[in-house]
């Protein structure tokens, strides 16, 4: 790496007439080109395929012939900004795509599941159980009278009864929505009223970290005003015998073993329009109300398949994939359920956390079954990091081939990190870029093909037109902006549910004709893409526009840091400073000097000008309930609070501020 000087970096942008927007000082020269082994045997290994994409439509019906269709589209796109509909005419069910022809083809026996409970019972579920039990299921929700159409809200552990309970509503044409289990009663509550849905399936509870986690509780909580909607609750027994009883309802809650394991599998998968909703998925704005993002069926179904297959270089016959996400946020929905069963892979489903029993719970699952794809995010890797190289040395990895992260920009030494010691330097880091809205990866490596530069997600897969503008919408062809998608893509939102002005307003109004969801992005001198983070998480430092993901990278570059958040403060002088919130790797001590000395690092690494005024050492960080750094809640810490010139000796009141925040705020989602 090599710190560039800010007046070279922000001239060097001025391209087109458009100037960069957010300015780019951190160069990272490290490259990895395709690993021999893995090229000579890959999907794809040539450029080629990017060629073929340039007919966007024709690349896409291509995709869409991978699935089985009841009836074909008539026209692959209609197009009518900001509204597509994709496969118009085409009729499809998404649970027979992913589950009836796999079994129809033979391959009743492979194994679609490898369950691991926390606890540690262990369940291999196949192709045609799992068929059965979706029928059962269907016919369970059928006979509680949920017809096409209907809302079924499914808040679950990570059983396999959640994708069960998802692929049930697929089957019947029901539209899921599944709330993440970790969400309180109130959260529940909104996404039910905002969703009408007519039956509730959820859990007793599940595991999580040694403890039971009591869900049917915080259901009742939920029901007991509002969210009227609800007809039935269908809960499935995790807990049992380990827990006192949960209360039942008569009449509205059943069990999932009288309601459905009494049905016949035999369950008939309802014709759906290629654009017939399959699922909302909530996921918070800038407002209180959480949007209620639509996806629909064949379009959907298309992208993941496709990128599921070639992001990660898989084959059912050779691959054993883990996606290590909750099945509650978009990751799960798109890699644990849809795109891999639709693939026909054989998954491995774990409930817990990575540190029960112990710190190596997830290398000892990689060894077990032998997973030769793993699919995680930077806060995971982070903390694998925090939690030293031994713990993984400690098993046999070798069966990895491809690694992927997904979340949020991946810094490169996490980056180097991963590839090192999780994937013993053969394995290609797959970092790819998608939102819930998009619906599956956007800007990704293809494993075969590309040279990996750590901590960029290169560029757009083929099929897809991302591209960087500046304040005015100009496009940019080198340094930093915001990212955008011009052109409609299969998996794409439809819109948010019961409000398409929110829907124009939010993502097509800053750009017209542009969708824009709020990520700040700089492009190389090789066209490759790097993700800034949120665009509300960049600094402006003495007129400055100053990614905070450069200067968290530059922090955890230094051996001593394990993870560092970012942000920027007010301040009379400059307009805004630097504030870092560093986490020590064990064993080193939190000394003045020792922040003086990470204040030089960073100068050192990117430049003067971002050098943060203040370090506040902390034992941890506030992250939302899928990972991600609550920078928001340290702006307000920051701003709120006078903190030390320089270093902020993990300060007992500021540390206890972050905690009870975090956990007011979490609360609150
Ligand atoms: C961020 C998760 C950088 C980004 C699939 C995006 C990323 C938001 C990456 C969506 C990545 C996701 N590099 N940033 N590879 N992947 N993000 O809706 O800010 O939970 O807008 O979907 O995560 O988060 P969401």
Redo the contacts with the bound molecule.
Sequence with gaps: MTANDGDSASSGAMLDGARATIEDYLAEERLFPPPDALRASALVNSEAIYDQAADRESFWATQAHALTWFEPWSKVLDWTPPFARWFVGGKLNVAYNCLDRHVEEGRGDKVAYFFEGEPGDQRAITYAELLDEVGRCGNALRSLGVERGDRVAIYMPMIPELPVAMLACARIGAVHSVVFGGFSAEALRDRIEDAEAKVLITADGGWRRGQPVRLKASADAALEVGASSIEHVIVARRLGEAVEAVSMSAGRDLWWDDVVATKESHCPAEAMDSEDLLYLLY?SGTTAKPKGIMHTSGGYLTQVAYTHKYVFDHLPERDVYWCAADIG???GHSYIVYGPLANGATSVLYEGTPDHPGRDRWWSIVERYGVTILYTAPTAIRTFMKWGAQLPKGHDLTSLRVLG??????NPEAWIWYHENIGGSRCPVV???????TGAIM?SPLPGVTTLKPGS?TRPLPGISAEVVDEAGARLTRGGGYLTLSEPWPAMLRGIYKDPDRYEATYWSRFPGRYF???GAKIDADGYLW?L??VDDVMNVSGHRVSTTEVESALVDHPSVAEAAVVGAKDDTTGQAIIAFVTLRAGVEATAEHGEMLRGHVAGKIGAIARPRTVVFTDDLPKTR?G?IMRRLLRDVAEGRVLGDTTTLADPAVVEELRTRATEQANEE
């Design positions: 996921t946020w978009v990751t992260s997904v979340g949020e920009p991946i970092d790819t870029w998608w939102q819930t809205e800007i997600a969801a709020g990520d993700l983070g949120r899928s991600k």
